[in-house]
């Protein structure tokens, strides 16, 4: 069949309105297919992105709202850290500590047939510092010396106790009591970049 415009003028007013209508269908196919749908899914990934992001900017909003508290809580925490770091000595003032805990123990009443300190050992920003200590004295002596040494500024940690019975002297039944005291040395910092050094 030969379409062209004069046989199309001379077609019935339906046929002209249905074949108009087909055409009309058409293009809003195409026009649904190519334009709206795609820009459509793209409106939608572009609406979930604004709603992420919304989200996102609510957490900072919380954030910013309470920098103020988070300052204040920064600083406590750095307060409480210079607290913690006051309790170790760095290395000028461990030979300083020793003497004073070996003082301790002589005000307690204890003879010490041993106070040797022993290698350093690194834990990252502090060493420990292990003394083995033997000392002669009655078990309030020995729980005396223990209560002055937890009394202290510094952190002091008594391990590995033993204790057993010495020999009789003037009526009195002495105790030999042994133990691992350790304390601990703040790392300045450099120095132990220095024994990383040495290491390798």
């Known amino acids: 069949m030969d379409l062209s415009l004069d046989s199309i003028a001379k077609l019935p007013a339906r046929q002209k309105a249905l ?30 992105e604004c709603d992420g992001l919304e989200i996102e900017m609510g957490k900072y909003r919380i954030i910013a709202d309470n920098i ?11 307060q409480k850290l210079k607290e913690a770091l006051g309790k170790l000595p760095n290395k000028k003032e461990i030979s300083q500590l020793l003497v004073n805990i070996s003082n301790r123990g002589r005000e307690a009443g204890l003879e010490f047939e041993l106070f040797q300190p022993k290698g350093e050992v690194t834990r990252g920003f502090y060493a420990e ?39 009789v002297v003037t009526g009195k039944l002495p105790l030999k009591t042994s133990f691992l005291l350790t304390t601990f040395r703040f790392i300045e910092e450099g120095t132990g970049a220095k024994v990383k050094k040495k290491k390798r």
Do not use: C, W
């Open 19 to 48: 074949g108009l209508g087909v055409v009309l269908i058409f293009i809003m196919g195409i026009y649904l297919y190519l334009g709206y749908l795609p820009q459509k899914r793209v409106l939608a990934k572009k609406i979930r």
């Open 68 to 78: 103020a508290s988070f300052e204040n809580e920064l600083e406590k925490l750095d």
């Open 129 to 167: 510092v292990p003394v083995d200590v033997k000392v002669i004295g009655g078990y309030h002596d020995v729980a005396t010396f223990f209560d002055k040494i937890s009394r202290m500024d510094r952190i002091v940690n008594v391990t590995d106790l033993s204790i057993g019975i010495g020999k």
